[in-house]
């Protein structure tokens, strides 16, 4: 069996940087979704947008150009998604935003830009993904519904705990030594039991009890 090479992981910081979304119909709809809460300033361009898109656009404070796409378009960009039915528009578009040095994410083909955008959920800080290089992305979503259904919201907590006791962990320099740290305190019983409670506070003061116990 030949794998494709399925490129970098990386998680993007969009505090701040300019994304334009070229099409505003499903594909776009669910693009500016997963742009929700991560500060960027937004620009979608379309001759005709959804209701939908137009809705979420607005509590997005996402601005709306409704015509077609220009290249002038692209000017400040950081990342551009090409989402429109139109080939051609797909083209022009990802072509000028890579001649201006922008990301591209081009919905309609795979590994056709810069950036594919996996299935994605959270549980707080925690960020989980699933991607199958563009060869099926409904295939990757049901192994998200999958995921989800395992990772439940306790690890909103987990991983706040965890965030607080990210110095302590790290006082072992070897990195078996803290994950067997990591595994000791997701298996006790009564740290686990005050993290499904949501109480990060007495979840931490128990897991100082627990090392203080003398873990090994």
């Known amino acids: 069996m030949t794998v494709s090479r399925m490129g970098y992981p990386v998680v993007l910081n969009l505090t701040g940087k300019n994304v334009l979304i070229v099409g505003a119909g499903r594909v776009a ?10 500060g960027a300033s937004i620009v979608i361009v379309a001759p005709q947008v959804a209701n939908r898109v137009r809705d979420l656009a607005a509590k997005l404070q996402a601005e709306i150009r409704e015509r077609g ?8 960009a950081f990342l551009v998604h090409v989402a429109t ?22 919905a309609d083909r795979a590994g056709g830009g810069d950036v594919m955008t996996p299935s994605a959920f959270r549980r ?16 990757a979503a049901v192994l998200q519904d999958h995921i989800e ?3 439940g919201p306790e690890y909103e907590t987990w991983t706040a705990l965890f965030g607080r006791l990210r110095t302590v962990i790290k006082t072992n320099s070897k990195e078996a030594t803290r994950k067997a740290v990591v595994r000791a305190i997701l298996s006790d019983e009564e740290t686990g039991r005050l993290v499904r409670a949501g109480d990060l506070d007495g979840a931490t003061e128990a897991v100082i ?5 003398g873990f090994d």
Do not use: K, W
């Not at 709809?29 to 991560?38: D, F, K, P, Q, V």
């Not at 796409?69 to 400040?76: A, K, R, T």
């Open 29 to 38: 709809e669910r693009r500016l979704t997963g742009l929700a809460g991560e």
């Open 85 to 106: 039915s139109d080939p051609a528009v797909n083209d022009a578009a990802s072509a000028e935003a890579a001649n201006r040095g922008a990301l591209v994410c081009r």
């Open 209 to 213: 009890r627990f090392l203080s116990a």
């Open 124 to 139: 707080g800080d925690l960020l989980v993904a699933v991607t199958t290089g563009g060869q099926s992305p409904t295939f």
């Open 149 to 151: 259904q395992a990772i």
């Open 69 to 76: 796409f220009l290249p002038s378009d692209v000017d400040g």
